[in-house]
């Protein structure tokens, strides 16, 4: 992707991106920030500013928490040897940490100074933050007021930030392709979400003030029984479960996310060029900066994991259905092409004076993802690759013996799953473990791909 245009269009900008750190936990960070930022520095060291906006966990400095927490990782090892000596200097010459939290106003940015600078300085914000990780269900089901907090207020107090921003060219919002995962199949197209769309037909119209009320009641409730932290936890869950199945959504992750589309309408006043990118399920990179960098499990990784262990016995899905997986850095790549192409000072029909932005005009919608080559990503294909490579290469356990791995039954329905592990897995000593496969099944059963239910991205 080193296309000269586009590496041009970076050249003496500023930039601020959101969510190079994870803001409840280093496991929830889904990597495409630090991915962003890496692919940024390396394609264009002749930007002006890359301001990073970093939560504050402990007494760290900002320079550690960056050093920490994102240029010391792995996937910058190829920039670092690039530049050898240099590279310290060039982090600290091109990268200011910002301590701040996306879940509070202003971005909890409390250096007043430094807040009038980057009003003053950045021309892109980037918000890439999610609450999620796909090979964590506690993340797809998030306690409700802290997936709120991030996936959707979080994106309002982005903007609300970007709009105070002098010089400000374009924004972009990364969401995600799952936000349509419902109960209704067909082709998912790229336009915007409405203010009171929903994912199935009910006589409620999702009011995001309403379910911040009813977070906070709750709360409230929680709080004057004097309930434990895991209890409220549980709680907050359990509602969260409850607000998406009522709208048509597998999940919180995915209303939260969904809302986070939504209040963008709230939040915009000005006719500033809008991207949002919808990935699919994001995982390790294919190319840039070497293949295969990923942090922690994610994604597809426990199906590999669990065969290697010799533990995948059984899973769902058939010869139609497959699980839409695409690249970080494809997806990195991707992004940067659409920011350059409809960054203000690239597209001279976006005008301040213009009043069609009640139209979306300067909203541009992209679906990353692999259905295309939907035959190659077969979910049988990829476990079978899983099966022979564990094959030739197998673990070992604790005691140095080899793991003898089996070779999975499919089941082509969630009815024919479910029985076949009622059948032969339900003992009581097995309970637990059974209880967290289904459970593990159940929620990737929303992000599996069926014949029947099949989606199309539109071009």
């Not at 190079?20 to 496991?27: A, E, Q, R, V």
Request: proline share 3%; glycine share 6%; hydrophobic share 40%.
């Amino acid at each position: 992707m080193e296309l000269n245009g586009v590496v041009q269009s970076l050249d003496n900008k500023s930039i601020l991106v959101t969510g190079s750190t994870g803001f409840l936990s280093k496991n929830n960070n889904t990597n495409l920030a630090i991915v962003f930022v890496e692919k940024l520095l390396r394609v264009q060291p002749n930007m002006k500013q890359l301001f990073l906006l970093l939560r504050p966990a402990d007494a760290s400095s900002a320079t550690q928490r960056l050093h920490n927490d994102v240029t010391g990782k792995e996937v910058f090892r190829v920039l670092r040897k690039k530049h050898g000596l240099g590279f310290d200097s060039l982090i600290s010459e091109k990268v200011t940490p910002v301590f701040g939290d996306i879940s509070l106003e202003n971005l909890g940015i409390k250096d007043s100074a430094l807040s009038k600078k980057i009003h003053k300085e950045v021309e892109i914000v980037i918000y890439v933050y999610t609450v999620a990780n796909f090979a964590a269900t506690t993340n797809l089901d998030e306690r409700y007021d802290v997936a709120l907090d991030v996936n959707t207020m979080g994106a309002k107090h982005v903007f609300d930030f970007a709009e105070k921003c002098e010089n400000l060219e374009m924004i972009l919002h990364v969401s995600t392709a799952y936000i349509h995962t419902g109960e209704t199949p067909g082709v998912i197209l790229e336009k915007p979400f409405d203010i009171s769309q929903t994912m199935k037909e009910t006589s409620k119209i999702l009011d995001i003030d309403e379910e911040k009320k009813l977070v906070q009641d709750r709360l409230n409730e929680l709080r004057a029984a004097q309930v434990s932290e895991k209890q409220e936890t549980a709680a907050m869950k359990e509602l969260g479960a409850e607000r998406a199945k009522l709208y048509g959504w597998p999940n919180t992750y995915a209303i939260t996310k969904a809302m986070g589309e939504m209040i963008i309408d709230r939040s915009l006043k000005r006719n500033i060029p809008v991207v949002i990118a919808r990935p699919t399920i994001v995982s390790s990179t294919y190319r840039e900066p070497f293949p295969g960098w990923i942090e922690g499990v994610k994604t597809f990784d426990p199906f590999v994991i669990y065969s290697g262990r010799g533990k995948l016995r059984c899973l769902l899905g058939n010869h139609e259905s497959f699980l839409d997986i695409i690249p970080g850095d494809m997806v990195v790549n991707a992004v940067i092409v659409a920011m350059m192409n409809h960054m203000k000072s690239n597209n001279k029909s976006v005008s301040g004076d213009d009043e069609e932005d009640e139209n979306h005009n300067y909203r541009y919608i992209y679906h990353l993802g692999s259905s295309a080559n939907r035959e190659k990503m077969n979910i049988i294909k990829l476990v079978k690759y899983a099966y022979e490579y564990f094959c030739k290469n197998p673990l070992m356990d604790k005691h140095g013996n080899t793991v003898k791995i089996v070779k999975p039954v499919f089941f082509p329905t969630m009815a024919s799953f479910r029985q076949h592990v009622n059948d032969n897995y339900v003992l009581p000593k097995k309970e637990g473990k059974v209880s967290v496969a289904k459970r593990l099944v159940e929620f990737y059963e929303h992000y599996l791909l069926f014949k029947k239910m099949e989606v199309a991205y539109s071009n």
